[in-house]
């Protein structure tokens, strides 16, 4: 119900709470990443800004405007869903959404950029949540599209968000793995093939990958040891054996009178 001419209700208020949270974060980070110095960077060319602009404007403003403008109804729907789930399900999957958001930020640290950047003294990070999916804050911001798509019954403002995630992923993403390909080249070819984009390689992250094959070298191992041993002892008792059975011959040439099986007893004993 539209209060002092803004939507109301539990998807409003869960909404506004995590959009503020994501603009809290980005500007954050962004202000901590300023005196960052730049190695290189990608020239998206005259288009870059304007692309992120229009993402921004699809990403974030429509969606609120929704809110914000009650009389624009176009496109809208009704569910027969109660708010108060719709807005449930929403904040659950806004909360897995900003705290992969943050974790990206976080883990990635100073080589964080707006822009396509490589950092002085860049390296590959492949901890926290970047060893689990190369790309951890575009799959954060396809799960808050994903929270927002729940808390706003219309297509129009509703799938925006989720519209223009898929439009920048697809975007950025490849350019993004060309440059770091560039600049770390086998790498990060390694670090591709070990972990998902967008979703992980289940059960592979990297600490993961790496522990199994620890695992299995060091029971490769523990097995070529055991066998080692065992070839050992079994060449012994063959010499033992051989050795054994020579004497028997010598013996039964000497004596022919006495019986091998008693002989072989005696000898073995």
């Known amino acids: 119900m539209p209060i002092f001419g803004v939507r109301s209700g539990p998807c409003a208020v ?11 974060v980005r500007g954050y980070y962004a202000k901590k990443v300023q005196k960052a110095t730049t190695t290189s960077d990608y020239k998206g060319g005259a288009h870059e800004p304007i692309f992120l602009w229009v993402f921004f404007a699809l990403y974030n403003v429509l969606p609120a405007l929704y809110f914000v403008l009650p009389f624009m109804t176009f496109g809208g729907y009704t569910l027969q869903t109660p708010a108060t ?6 904040a659950a999957v806004y909360t897995l959404g900003l705290w992969v958001f943050y974790r990206a930020h976080a883990d990635l640290g100073r080589y964080w950029s707006v822009t396509l950047e490589i950092r002085d003294d860049h390296s ?9 999916v190369r ?4 799959a954060a911001g396809f799960l808050m599209a994903i929270a927002k798509a729940l808390l706003i019954s219309n297509f129009f403002f509703g799938l925006a968000p989720l519209l223009s995630m898929a439009l920048v992923a697809q975007y950025r993403i490849a350019n993004e793995e060309k440059m770091l390909i560039q600049q770390f080249g086998a790498d990060y070819e390694e670090y591709m093939a070990e972990v998902g984009g967008l979703l992980p390689k289940w059960p592979t992250p990297i600490s993961q990958s790496t522990t199994k094959r620890d695992s299995r070298t060091e029971a490769f191992a523990s097995h070529s040891t055991r066998h080692d041993r065992y070839c050992h002892k079994r060449g ?17 040439a000497k004596s022919p009178g006495h019986s091998p ?8 004993m």
């Open 14 to 24: 869960v909404f506004a709470i995590f959009e503020l949270g994501f603009l809290f």
């Open 85 to 90: 789930i719709l807005a449930g399900l929403g």
């Open 124 to 132: 590959v990070v492949k901890s926290g949540v970047y060893s689990i």
């Open 135 to 138: 790309h951890p804050m575009y």
């Open 236 to 252: 012994q008792m063959i010499r033992t054996k051989s050795t054994a059975t020579s004497r028997i011959r010598v013996f039964q």
């Open 261 to 268: 099986v008693l002989l072989n007893s005696k000898i073995l």
